[in-house]
């Protein structure tokens, strides 16, 4: 399989892909007793997601005797767009001031708020609970003291090329990174005589962004302009300080939970002096939710505030960043597959690490003889197709993406990162996934820094340098420590760690981060005492046993001590990270889940029918079924593809939605001093019934 996959780049590397939807000629079904949508996709030969596109109410499940739409097993949407004219445009209704719209298909409330000049909110205003569903074909939809009609211009398709795959030493593009402090001059600002500065909205711009651009808030900034709570239309014209003008004031926002006194609290850190104000811890507040709230890390807080080390307790006055708190945002789950806007185009590029030029300048080792020793190269295949499979169900779904597929050509220390930039335009591209190591995605981010430009790291856990444009998919390590801490503390939990010598990082953490943690001392010998762990037990609570080691021996004595408390304890076994020690025969699953083992993953198993399904139409393709590479390839992408594909930008997506695919969960937090982490994290334990389950 991978063999044909490598001589497939050689042909058809590099070229643009267009996912658009064609008209089809569609198949009544009447839902029978018993069916499910996975059985009538099935039995028709299509997705579960070609069903759900045309019937979006069966998403919340189908009823007997109902009629779905079916699509023609068998046709699929071509990749290649037909060209467009640069001068096609989209003609409003005739009349120069209609007071009614009738909706036509694909048409959302977006496109109607721009194509007439109005807000969304005036929209649903003027129909009242109209539009409480949504917009629907055929629907006749009050317009409110419409304005002319303007035409909206369709942009041009990107043009096909086949990009070099040798390509030649480029200097890269001068760019200066932000330092965090307000420029004296923007070049999108301006200040009136009255002492007003203004800022006007440019393409891909945010709220954050700008609030973070000028050192103000969020609420500071809805607060001197009131219109774009609920808009956030590009070219409007910005109050950013000064009195604003009449009829842009608005009642004074609810203040958050702190306290302040004056004169300010301040700190010195590097030659800057910084505010501090004064926080009430809540119930339920973590040192790592606090931390998270005011985009700094637990070391961080706890070096401002160093009595946390014996714990939060509720009503605690903690010292924290004066105007850094983010306003909580509920982030719903799965709602992306419901908005999708097929409307406006967008772009993507995909660079992963072919390395093709070795491939052909390589004449000692065949393709098959690389393929059976260079496992960066399998790992690189392997999500290949899985990012084909997710670009074959976006097509489906009629997502507008245009798709440059790169070979990045990159070791641990090297690529070609810049050329491509050069070479490509990737600075214009709405998002852009890879590289794979962690050193060249950070060199991207920086070369497109000036145009926002999402750069999504795919595989990387480290943890390095620190782009606002940068988007770390992979949960970093100390996010999976602090997840499971969070759950047993959550769960009201007697916490004990049991931890080998050899694992000093690991007791510096706990130590440092969890002082709530008892830490059982060891023998003379670093083994363990079954009476000395039994004696930190408590009957009246669940007893979790942090083990850190992978030595079998104390796995084995560490385990044996717990079984045999459990008939006068509560007890449940947990680790932080993977343990490959517990895969060894000398350590039974019967004994792991008799413990229930806990710990925490970035990634969950999944036997619902879509899944399945997924593997069974991967197998199909590829007559293997995917392994995790595979599955993560389809995540990553497949989740950037349905963000594009939103009447918002990406950060906006990131910011407002979480996404949940075949294995992998994308819940993107974003930190004052980088760009966005991947906190998607599963909590997961091994049951009696031998199944490894979800419990968070």
Known sequence: ???????????????????????????????????????????????????????????????????????????????????????????????????????????????????????????????????????????????????????????????????????????????????????????????????????????????????????????????????????????????????????????????????????????????????????????????????????????????????????????????????????????????????????????????????????????????????????????????????????????????????????????KNSSNVAALVQQNSLQTMDAIVGPFYQSNVEKLAELVASTKTPVISPMSKEDGKKYPNLYQSMPLMEVLRSSIFDYMKAKDGNIIAVIDSKKGSVKQYIQTTQPQVKIMGLSEKGTVIADSLKLLFQKDKLNYVVLASEKTGMILATTTAMLNAQKDYQVQLVILEPNETFDFEEISLTRLTKLKLLYPSFSRPNETDEANQFDAKYKKLNKILPNQYAIRGFDVTFDTLLRLSQDQTFEETVQSSSSEQIENKFEYVSNATYGYANNGIYILYYDTDLTIKKAL
């Open 1 to 411: 399989m991978k063999n044909r996959i490598i001589y497939a780049l050689l042909f058809i590397f590099c070229f643009t892909i267009s996912l658009m939807a064609k008209q089809e000629k569609y198949i009544k079904h009447t839902v029978a007793k018993g069916e499910t949508v996975t059985l009538i996709a099935q039995k028709y030969k299509v997705t579960p997601y070609d069903i759900y596109k045309l019937n979006p109410d069966s998403q919340n499940g189908i009823q007997l005797d109902s009629v779905l739409l079916i699509p023609p097993s068998g046709e699929v949407a071509a990749y290649m767009a037909p060209k467009t004219n640069v001068n096609s445009t989209t003609i409003p209704p005739k009349n120069t001031n209609p007071s009614t719209h009738l909706v036509q298909p694909k048409e959302t409330l977006y496109s109607l708020s721009k194509l007439y000049k109005i807000t969304i909110d005036q929209l649903k205003a003027a129909n009242g609970d109209l539009l409480n569903n949504g917009l629907k074909i055929g629907m006749s939809v009050k317009l409110p003291n419409a304005a002319d009609a303007p035409s909206k211009t369709t942009a041009t398709p990107t043009e096909i090329s086949k990009v070099a795959i040798s390509t030649p030493k480029v200097a890269a593009p001068k760019v200066v990174p932000s330092k965090g402090t307000v420029p004296k001059i923007q070049a999108n600002a301006e200040t009136s005589k009255a002492g007003i500065t203004y800022h006007i909205i440019e393409p891909k711009e945010t709220k954050y962004g700008i609030s973070k651009k000028y050192n103000i808030t969020i609420a500071e900034l809805e607060r001197l302009n009131p219109q774009i709570i609920s808009d956030f239309p590009i070219g409007y014209k910005l109050v950013i300080s000064g009195n604003a003008p009449a009829g842009n004031s608005t009642e004074t926002t609810k203040p958050a939970t702190v306290i302040t006194k004056s004169p300010p609290l301040t700190i010195s850190t590097s030659g800057t002096k910084k505010y501090l104000e004064e926080y009430v811890v809540k119930q339920k507040d973590t040192a790592a939710s606090i931390a998270a709230d005011y985009g700094m890390t637990e070391q961080e807080l706890l070096s401002l505030n160093p009595e946390l080390k014996k714990g939060v307790k509720l009503g605690m006055i903690l010292r924290v960043p004066k105007g850094q708190r983010k306003e909580p945002v509920k982030k719903e789950q799965g709602n992306l597959m419901k908005s999708i806007n097929t409307n406006a185009r967008k772009q993507l590029a995909l660079l992963f690490p072919f390395n093709i030029t070795k491939i052909e300048s390589d004449t000692i080792n065949s393709t098959q003889a690389r393929l059976k020793k260079d496992k960066f190269l399998n790992l690189t295949l392997d999500f290949y197709s899985g990012a084909l499979m997710a670009i074959d169900s976006a097509k489906v779904l009629g997502m507008n993406v245009d798709i440059k597929i790169l070979d990045s050509q990159e070791t």
